[in-house]
T-cell receptor, first 112, second 115 residues
């Protein structure tokens, strides 16, 4: 199993600004996923990027992956108060049902 | 499509008492996970089932925690006797083998407070 380390641990921005959070991992992977967790709720899958992809977009989300540096970043553009949540990355080495291992996450606060 | 269902949502017990949590995964999902999430931390895997067989329970404290998945559908997680450090949110997740590799669908969690 893999574990990603998210950075920073906490981030506070104004509504409308962009938010960038990073994920680092230690060994080779097949894909990397990002999840969001609103306070008191379960995790929700946001996006998956495969090891042969460098960048992927989904709405206001942009994810990059640099396998040479073993790092990924999640950019949320034009942030909204509703984006306030914790964000977790989950690098995966094997496909199929390898369990995801989560770090401590990045706590994002978007101030209206 | 219905999501992952968990109950109860909240439970308060005294230490040394027992508690059980129930999870109903998304229909057709063969893999089921239980995670423990302590306040301020990320989810930690307790146990993974593939159908009704255990794939990984290496981090399950087996002296007090047990889990089963009868008939490869619903699952229960039991703690007996509970300790103060078991206060956490217990998250159930499921995935459909063969779909997007590793994508998990989570329930809302069961928050346990041990006094």
């Amino acid at each position: 199993s893999q574990q990603g380390e998210e950075d920073p641990q906490a981030l506070s921005i104004q509504e409308g600004e962009n938010a960038t959070m990073n994920c680092s991992y230690k060994t080779s992977i097949n894909n990397l996923q990002w999840y969001r967790q609103n306070s008191g709720r379960g995790l929700v899958h946001l996006i998956l990027i495969r090891s042969n992809e460098r960048e992927k977009h989904s709405g206001r989300l942009r994810v990059t992956l640099d396998t040479s540096k073993k790092s990924s970043s999640l950019l949320i553009t034009a942030s909204r108060a509703a984006d306030t949540a914790s964000y977790f990355c989950a690098p995966t080495r094997n496909s199929g049902n390898t369990p995801l291992v989560f770090g401590k996450g990045t706590r994002l606060s978007v101030i209206a | 499509e219905a999501g992952v269902a968990q109950s109860p949502r909240y439970k308060i017990i005294e230490k040394r008492q027992s508690v059980a949590f129930w999870c109903n995964p998304i229909s057709g999902h063969a893999t089921l996970y239980w995670y423990q999430q302590i306040l301020g931390q990320g989810p930690k895997l307790l146990i993974q089932f593939q159908n009704n067989g255990v794939v990984d329970d290496s981090q399950l404290p087996k002296d007090r925690f047990s889990a089963e998945r009868l008939k490869g559908v619903d699952s229960t997680l039991k703690i007996q006797p509970a300790k103060l450090e078991d206060s956490a949110v217990y998250l159930c997740a499921s995935s459909f083998r063969g779909q997007v590799p590793g994508e998990l669908f989570f329930g809302e969690g069961s928050r346990l407070t041990v006094l």
